[in-house]
């Protein structure tokens, strides 16, 4: 894989700068406003009263507002601002822009010239800066989670890959200087031109990224891309609908377009889907593997001791049959929680990992840490993941884990991407609570002879298909994919359009919602309207099913795939995939 073991990341990235470096790739910088300090200390007064402008209605207030205000931030004393009304409006009109251009003033400047075919991008690692706590790095040699660190590690690697020009900064002094922020508290913007083409981070770069950028971040927030391990779904995003409507997040509220969010597995198709990369066998390593597999071995998915509390039921009848393995991490004594009867191996090396994982016939998972991409790394080493099923499923609604989060998903199991998309003989999804389902599930594993599997969008030309098709396009207009993959569906009263479209073998597809928020879809789908309104809602267009009265979206930011509710019909547009690279329809390509 590009990136397996997390403690190889700084080298990684040390590499990449250096090789990027070695091409002598250099950086614009935004330019500076350079404000003219003495011509506006002697404009005469009528040169500088405040203008009443309808089309900036709010440029008398701001000035009030600077001349109460302007020693709160040292930013303003930065771009010029010297108490004087002159030094507001230039301000206000040059910097910010709430009042009109002084006719006084000099507004010829000279355009930047871009030479480089290939993007700017600046990859900011907030969840790693000491800001944001940092608190996954101390854990990483201590079995802590390491799915994000590993995507992000594969995202760098595909950018380079790509031929862009990279920077990376993992502090918020870093971001400052990369960003051209003024010195302050982030109340002025930034001026000149964005020196990136875009900006991929996480939410806790993005708010720092607000902190620091201030009223700029509405301005260049079609730069961003956000990586998102679980999604965030529209109705979360937009920051009035949530707040009226109580989709309470830690998280959302960011009013973006939802396919700036990047996700790591294909789970909510409102978000691009960026993935990582696995490590794909050879066919000698393959014949090897198939040698070498032990019926009788499995390896457990849990990597801290607490994971292991309450499991003693199901690991008993699985410890009847196979030998089981852990890879616990642990200082000074065995972790009291592993039953004595597993060989617990300690953390292991990647390289060490692969290894035990080739010889082991199964991978079971203990329902957390939930959508990992251990199971998809087990999986392309010839083990059988198996899997429990969460009766009901987990949600914001009944699982500590999901509140808060930017999303309303149920989830399954543990991996639904496997459980989906993968699925027998490679995955079993069982209820663990049933021992005689377990035990079933148990000897198929043994009984199944498989081959080591990796679905193509986690090869490192899948993932790089992914980048390269579906990061640029976000922005775009809405014609990719193309309109000849688009399937319409009306969906059953109260399913989502992620369900509906799933149900035919389809996947919801966000980018067509434009082209169907209108009459004639309604039509073409047989649906009688007694009245058609516009309506603020993250479920429309959808027809009600009493008494028949069909909606049209009004907000674009709100075109939802996840979106449900009772006693409405929603209009879903669905398209087909690829098998292994649902990213990409069949006219895709």
Same mark, same amino acid.
């Given at each position: 894989?590009?990136?397996?073991?997390?403690?190889?990341?700084?080298?990684?990235?040390?590499?990449?700068?250096?090789?990027?470096?070695?091409?002598?790739?250099?950086?614009?910088?935004?330019?500076?406003?350079?404000?003219?300090?003495? *011509?506006?200390? $002697?404009?005469?007064?009528?040169?500088?009263?405040?203008?009443?402008?309808?089309?900036?209605?709010?440029?008398?207030?701001?000035?009030?507002?600077?001349?109460?205000?302007?020693?709160?931030?040292?930013?303003?004393?930065?771009?010029?601002?010297?108490?004087?009304?002159?030094?507001?409006?230039?301000?206000?009109?040059?910097?910010?822009?709430? =009042?009109?251009?002084?006719?006084?003033?000099?507004?010829?400047?000279?355009?930047?010239?871009?030479?480089?075919?290939?993007?700017?991008?600046?990859?900011?690692?907030?969840?790693?800066?000491?800001? @944001?706590?940092?608190?996954?790095?101390?854990?990483?040699?201590?079995?802590?989670?390491?799915?994000?660190?590993?995507?992000?590690?594969?995202?760098?690697?595909?950018?380079?890959?790509?031929? &862009?020009?990279?920077?990376?900064?993992? @502090?918020?002094?870093?971001?400052?200087?990369?960003?051209?922020?003024?010195?302050?508290?982030?109340?002025?913007?930034?001026?000149?031109?964005?020196?990136?083409?875009?900006?991929?981070?996480?939410?806790?770069?993005?708010?720092?990224?607000?902190?620091?950028?201030?009223?700029?971040?509405?301005?260049?927030? !079609?730069?961003?891309?956000?990586?998102?391990?679980?999604? /965030?779904?529209?109705?979360?995003?937009?920051?009035?609908?949530? #707040?009226?409507?109580?989709?309470?997040?830690?998280?959302?509220?960011?009013?973006?377009?939802?396919?700036?969010?990047?996700?790591?597995?294909? &789970?909510?198709?409102?978000?691009?889907?960026?993935?990582?990369?696995?490590?794909?066998?050879?066919? /000698?390593?393959?014949?090897?593997?198939?040698?070498?597999?032990?019926?009788?071995?499995?390896?457990?998915?849990? +990597?801290?001791?607490?994971?292991? +509390?309450?499991?003693?039921?199901?690991? *008993?009848?699985?410890?009847?049959?196979?030998?089981?393995?852990?890879?616990?991490?642990?200082?000074?004594?065995?972790?009291?929680?592993?039953?004595?009867?597993?060989?617990?191996?300690?953390?292991?090396?990647?390289?060490?990992?692969?290894?035990?994982?080739?010889?082991?016939?199964?991978?079971?998972?203990?329902?957390?840490?939930?959508?990992?991409?251990?199971?998809?790394?087990?999986?392309?080493?010839?083990?059988?993941?198996?899997?429990?099923?969460?009766?009901?499923?987990?949600?914001?609604?009944?699982? $500590?884990?999901?509140?808060?989060?930017?999303?309303?998903?149920?989830?399954?199991?543990?991996?639904?991407?496997?459980?989906?998309?993968?699925?027998?003989?490679?995955?079993?999804?069982?209820?663990?609570?049933?021992?005689?389902?377990?035990?079933?599930?148990?000897?198929?594993?043994?009984? /199944?002879?498989?081959?080591?599997?990796?679905?193509?969008?986690? #090869?490192?030309?899948?993932?790089?298909?992914?980048?390269?098709?579906?990061?640029?396009?976000?922005? *775009?207009?809405?014609?990719?994919?193309?309109?000849?993959?688009?399937?319409?569906?009306?969906?059953?009263?109260?399913? @989502?359009?992620?369900?509906? =479209?799933?149900?035919?073998?389809?996947?919801?597809?966000?980018?067509?919602?434009?082209?169907?928020?209108?009459?004639?879809?309604?039509?073409?789908?047989?649906?009688?309207?007694?009245?058609?309104?516009?309506?603020?809602?993250?479920?429309?267009?959808?027809?009600?099913?009493?008494?028949?009265?069909?909606?049209?979206?009004?907000?674009?930011?709100?075109?939802? !795939?996840?979106?449900?509710?009772? +006693?409405?019909?929603?209009?879903?547009?669905?398209?087909?995939?690829?098998?292994?690279?649902?990213?990409? =329809?069949?006219?895709?390509?």
């Amino acid at each position: 894989a590009i990136a397996q073991n997390v403690s190889d990341m700084a080298t990684k990235v040390e590499q990449i700068l250096q090789r990027a470096t070695g091409r002598g790739s250099g950086w614009p910088r935004g330019a500076m406003c350079v404000f003219c300090h003495h *011509a506006a200390r $002697e404009s005469s007064t009528s040169q500088c009263d405040v203008p009443k402008d309808p089309h900036y209605p709010d440029c008398p207030s701001k000035v009030d507002w600077m001349r109460a205000r302007w020693t709160s931030d040292p930013c303003y004393s930065f771009y010029g601002v010297d108490g004087s009304d002159c030094s507001f409006l230039v301000y206000l009109s040059e910097v910010e822009w709430f =009042c009109p251009p002084l006719a006084w003033r000099n507004h010829s400047s000279t355009p930047s010239v871009r030479t480089t075919p290939s993007s700017q991008i600046l990859v900011h690692v907030g969840f790693l800066t000491e800001e @944001s706590g940092d608190v996954f790095s101390p854990k990483v040699l201590k079995g802590g989670p390491l799915g994000e660190m590993v995507q992000w590690s594969d995202i760098l690697a595909a950018l380079y890959v790509l031929g &862009h020009d990279l920077k990376i900064s993992v @502090s918020v002094k870093e971001l400052q200087r990369f960003l051209g922020v003024p010195p302050g508290r982030g109340n002025c913007p930034l001026t000149g031109r964005l020196p990136f083409d875009l900006i991929y981070t996480d939410y806790h770069g993005l708010q720092q990224m607000k902190q620091q950028m201030g009223i700029s971040l509405k301005k260049h927030k !079609c730069h961003i891309r956000v990586i998102d391990s679980f999604g /965030t779904e529209p109705a979360y995003n937009h920051e009035e609908y949530a #707040t009226q409507h109580n989709y309470r997040t830690n998280w959302g509220y960011w009013n973006l377009n939802c396919r700036q969010f990047m996700t790591m597995f294909p &789970h909510t198709p409102d978000n691009s889907f960026m993935g990582f990369v696995a490590e794909v066998m050879n066919e /000698t390593d393959k014949r090897i593997t198939r040698l070498n597999k032990v019926d009788s071995m499995a390896v457990v998915y849990g +990597k801290e001791p607490s994971m292991w +509390k309450g499991k003693e039921k199901f690991l *008993a009848i699985l410890h009847r049959y196979m030998e089981i393995h852990g890879t616990v991490y642990y200082e000074a004594q065995r972790p009291p929680e592993v039953p004595a009867f597993v060989k617990n191996h300690g953390l292991l090396p990647q390289q060490e990992l692969q290894q035990l994982l080739r010889k082991a016939k199964l991978f079971i998972g203990f329902g957390f840490p939930y959508e990992g991409p251990a199971p998809l790394e087990a999986i392309a080493n010839g083990c059988i993941f198996l899997q429990p099923k969460f009766q009901p499923s987990h949600s914001s609604l009944n699982h $500590e884990f999901f509140r808060g989060k930017p999303t309303s998903r149920q989830v399954s199991s543990q991996h639904p991407y496997a459980q989906q998309y993968i699925g027998r003989p490679h995955v079993l999804t069982v209820d663990f609570n049933d021992s005689r389902q377990f035990e079933d599930a148990v000897h198929e594993v043994m009984r /199944t002879q498989v081959d080591p599997f990796l679905p193509y969008e986690y #090869t490192c030309e899948g993932m790089l298909e992914s980048a390269l098709v579906w990061a640029p396009n976000i922005t *775009a207009p809405a014609c990719w994919p193309p309109l000849s993959a688009m399937q319409l569906l009306l969906a059953q009263e109260g399913v @989502s359009c992620v369900g509906s =479209c799933q149900v035919e073998g389809l996947i919801c597809e966000p980018a067509f919602f434009p082209f169907i928020n209108n009459p004639e879809a309604f039509t073409g789908l047989r649906v009688h309207c007694e009245a058609l309104e516009a309506e603020v809602n993250h479920i429309f267009p959808a027809v009600s099913v009493e008494p028949g009265e069909c909606f049209l979206q009004k907000e674009p930011l709100l075109y939802s !795939c996840a979106g449900v509710q009772a +006693k409405h019909r929603r209009l879903c547009p669905c398209r087909d995939f690829l098998r292994g690279q649902v990213a990409m =329809c069949k006219d895709c390509v």
